[in-house]
């Protein structure tokens, strides 16, 4: 059994906010091509997803630390400790706290401020990668990038993930190319192949100047610069890190390790042929490979990695089967049976967390999952009796899966 359960945070945005129509997106250019969306396509708004006086007001008084933010000039990334120094922290001292007034200096001199992971810091924009986890199915980081007028941060480059871009502020001159063969669809994995030159790539694909508002959309792969112009500028990058195949394959490789066969020695004669047929059977690797398996990498894989937006409360609060119940937002929900021996069970993976129940609230789960808004406990006419009912409804409101509905 496998079933999912998906509800975006309503007060953050989404795929639709970032292109204009994200079903023929999805359907073709996700993964495959670049895409400009100017902001009169889409009608959107960048101060629903962050403001340039909030980053730098956060940044400034909130004594950020490495990594979470980075320095850069002419596409070299400046030492930290030109611009943070040690603190006491208890009994520990810490070397990497900003000085936000030395900061502030190198930007006046050119330097571009790089905010990353900022949906581990930023409760709303934690509420936004997660809405973009629950459209892609992949992890989703968010950084912003505060570049003074008529300099730039990083020098002609490409990424290893997938790219969003929002213009937040400003104006930003874009170059984009197609990929090159030793660019297109690079992993991180094994060797790196090398950054492109300007000789080597010839006219970009495109050249646009990226106003507060617009968008752009580049797979991983396809080189890119970028410059501010007549202002600073300010920008999101919201990256796509896609799992691969290859990442399935390995993962299915390294799960079958342990199977007896794949830890014979070869045996003799396998240099001259004669012993070929006597290779070990691979279906310890095929099993890890079926549709069920890799939901279940894809799922954890994704989801370990994104914020907890969906907070267990402090005190459970009551809930009363004879009124209707809603899945609250958050990550992905996914409903699947345990695999260990033993009576059956039902799980429910959270993201950061699982829960095991009894293998008869599985049909009552399944109902939840596919009307999570307004579902009518009391009154649903499965197997599970009344009183198992509550006690599962309270044990989901104790994880903050389900609240009351609002009448």
């Not at 030109?82 to 030395?102: F, I, K, M, S, W």
């Not at 691969?244 to 240099?271: F, I, K, M, N, Y």
């Not at 009391?378 to 409101?397: H, I, K, T």
Request: a negative charge.
């Amino acid at each position: 059994m496998w079933l999912t359960c998906r509800v975006p945070h309503p007060d953050a945005p989404g795929l639709g906010d970032l292109v204009a129509e994200p079903g023929p997106f999805l359907a073709g250019d996700l993964f495959h091509r670049a895409v400009w969306s100017p902001q009169a396509d889409g009608g959107r708004d960048p101060a629903r997803f962050a403001t340039v006086e909030v980053l730098w007001a956060d940044f400034l008084e909130r004594h950020y630390r490495t990594p979470f933010f980075r320095l850069v000039r002419d596409g070299t990334t400046l030492p930290s400790d030109t611009y943070c120094r040690a603190a006491g922290v208890g009994h520990r001292t810490l070397a990497d706290v900003v000085q936000p007034n030395r900061v502030v200096e190198l930007y006046q001199s050119g330097a571009t401020l790089v905010l990353q992971g900022l949906q581990l810091s930023d409760p709303h924009l934690g509420r936004v990668a997660n809405n973009l986890a629950l459209a892609l199915d992949h992890p989703v980081q968010v950084n912003a990038y505060l570049t003074p007028a008529g300099t730039k941060g990083l020098e002609l480059h490409f990424d290893f993930h997938d790219v969003f871009v929002l213009q937040l502020d400003g104006h930003k001159r874009w170059r984009v190319w197609e990929p090159l063969a030793r660019t297109e669809m690079p992993v991180r994995d094994g060797l790196r192949p090398a950054m492109p030159t300007f000789d080597e790539l010839g006219p970009p694909l495109m050249d646009f100047t990226l106003s507060a508002g617009d968008g752009l959309y580049l797979p991983r792969g396809f080189p890119h610069a970028a410059e501010a112009v007549d202002a600073s500028s300010a920008h999101l990058t919201v990256g796509v890190m896609a799992r691969t195949w290859q990442q399935v394959v390995r993962h299915a490789l390294d799960a079958a390790l342990g199977e007896r066969a794949l830890r014979e020695s070869l045996p003799v004669g396998t240099l001259d042929g004669r012993v070929l047929t006597a290779a070990p059977d691979l279906k310890a690797v095929a099993a890890h490979l079926d549709p069920a398996t890799v939901r279940a990498w894809l799922a954890a894989e994704t989801w370990r990695r994104q914020p907890s937006t969906r907070l267990r409360p402090l005190v459970a609060p009551p809930i009363d089967i004879t009124r209707p119940v809603t899945v609250t937002p958050g990550p992905l929900l996914w409903l699947t049976d345990a695999t260990e021996a033993g009576p059956p069970r039902v799980v429910i993976g959270m993201g950061d967390r699982r829960l095991t129940l009894p293998g008869e609230a599985r049909a009552f789960l399944a109902a939840l999952f596919e009307s999570p808004s307004g579902f009518a406990a009391g009154a649903w006419g499965g197997p599970l009796d009344r009183d198992s009912r509550q006690v599962v409804l309270d044990r989901l409101a104790a994880e903050g899966v389900v609240t009351q509905a609002e009448s």
